[in-house]
């Protein structure tokens, strides 16, 4: 019996990408090879969780003429030639995995895809072929004018970008907390950001009872990338000491919350102008109680 062949996880960067209705995604297979996983851990783990799942948030069900359209489309992807459906998991459905696994693998992996997959970035033109182009001066004048016109919004972009990081490292301030760094972008709803990063493992609550306020610790997805924990002692009058820890951001923290800011991800007011910025004097620490 020939032994099967098995399947090696491809960096994140390296994979072929796929988009679907405007955001990139990851098949079964996928994150199955890259969380040290199988295709059918992977779709247990679904059917058994259905509720944390929602079509269209965290994944896209294709079927029939759908599964094959991206067939041929992609190439690069593998896609059984007998599969008449087929699941795409968005970044947040990807997420849901990690959690389920919770392996140090899963998350190594994606905490990868965060970086370097799902966020998007401009696409590499294909090489051009310099005779064809000398026969066709037409040709020639649209791509440079293309190149003219993408080459003024990237410098655009990237003079921003630089702005912003230079921003966000000269007024980032240690010991800051989420809901403290969210109070510069414009828009956010900042009495649900805990709950936020709560949803997206980045914390947990060591509160077990629902009466009583929500004592946030750093979850081991975010520890030392995002998030580190502050210490404080805490004497009350006539009780035994004890130490209070609160979750405060590193500087990929705040990089990564911008990044995510500007993708729309994050919880917004309902009188929010729409519009994307921040304030730089908004960037101090809150003062400790």
């Known amino acids: 019996m020939a032994k099967k062949t098995e399947l090696v996880a491809v960096e994140a960067k390296d994979l072929q990408i796929i988009e679907y209705r405007g955001q990139r995604v990851a098949t079964t297979e996928q994150l199955a090879v890259g969380y040290g996983a199988t295709e059918q851990m992977i779709t247990n783990n679904f059917n058994r969780n259905k509720t944390r799942f929602v079509d269209g948030k965290h994944y896209f069900k294709l079927r029939g003429e759908e599964v094959e359209i991206l067939r041929n489309s992609f190439s690069g992807v593998q896609i059984s030639s007998k599969a008449r459906s087929l699941t795409l998991w968005t970044e947040r459905g990807a997420a849901n995995h990690a959690k389920i696994l919770e392996t140090d693998q899963a998350w190594e992996y994606y905490n990868d895809l965060t970086e370097f997959y799902f966020t998007r970035r401009d696409a590499i033109a294909a090489p051009v072929d310099a005779m064809q182009l000398l026969n066709d001066p037409s040709t020639l004048r649209s ?4 190149y003219s016109g993408d080459n003024e919004r990237l410098k655009g972009e990237n003079q921003q970008l630089v702005s912003t990081v230079e921003s ?12 403290a760094f969210c109070k510069c972008l414009n828009g956010v709803n900042i009495n649900k950001m805990m709950w936020w990063a709560f949803e997206r493992n980045w914390i947990f609550n060591e509160q077990r009872d629902p009466e009583k306020s929500a004592r946030w610790r750093v979850a081991s997805y975010a520890r030392d990338t995002y998030l580190t924990e502050d210490e404080m002692e805490i004497k009350p009058h006539g009780k035994e000491a004890f130490t209070k820890k609160t979750p405060v951001l590193l500087e990929k ?4 919350l911008y990044a995510l800011y500007m993708k729309g991800e994050l919880p917004m007011k309902a009188t929010w102008n729409g519009e994307y910025s921040h304030d730089k004097a908004a960037y101090t620490p809150e003062e400790k109680q």
């Open 143 to 146: 791509l440079l004018m293309n």
């Open 168 to 179: 966000l490292e000269k007024h980032f301030t240690k010991g800051m907390t989420i809901p």
């Open 253 to 256: 923290g705040c990089h990564r």
